[in-house]
């Protein structure tokens, strides 16, 4: 099920005279985030991901995943390309990526190494200007 929510994105005004005789609005649609549950497997955190539309980010195929060690290269094996990094210590973090159809970014968080994969945390990547 894809879910989406309207999202403005510009206002066209029309006037004659000084008189608004015509206002439209173009609308696009806003990706929603599926409901995930804190501790679900990734494997299934990741299918209804996919199943409500959001791509996985595949990062560059010339990575060198040997310098990324034994973690990376097992969910390399597993087809999630979209991992981005491991902290391979402590709870055993890795990052994985998702695009939305609106071009916003899904940065999901799981905890429990690679062997056990659980969600931690997710949110929408919010793009800060550095102007």
């Known amino acids: 099920m894809n879910m989406m929510k309207p999202l403005v994105k510009s206002c066209i005004n029309m006037t004659i005279g000084g008189a608004l005789v015509f206002n439209a609005a173009i609308v696009t649609s806003a990706q929603e985030v599926p409901k995930l549950k804190q501790k679900m497997s990734y494997h299934d955190a990741r299918k209804i991901l996919l199943d409500s539309g959001w791509q996985a980010i595949l990062l560059s195929p010339n990575r060198d995943w040997q310098q990324m060690g034994a973690g990376m290269t097992r969910f390399r094996d ?45 949110s929408i990547e919010v793009k800060t200007s550095t102007d």
Do not use: I, M, N
């Open 78 to 122: 597993l087809g999630y390309d979209e991992v981005v990094d491991c902290s391979g210590t402590g709870l055993g973090f890795c990052r994985f990526e998702f695009a939305s159809a609106d071009s916003r970014k899904l940065v999901v968080v799981t905890a429990g190494g690679t062997q056990r994969p659980l969600l931690y945390r997710w």
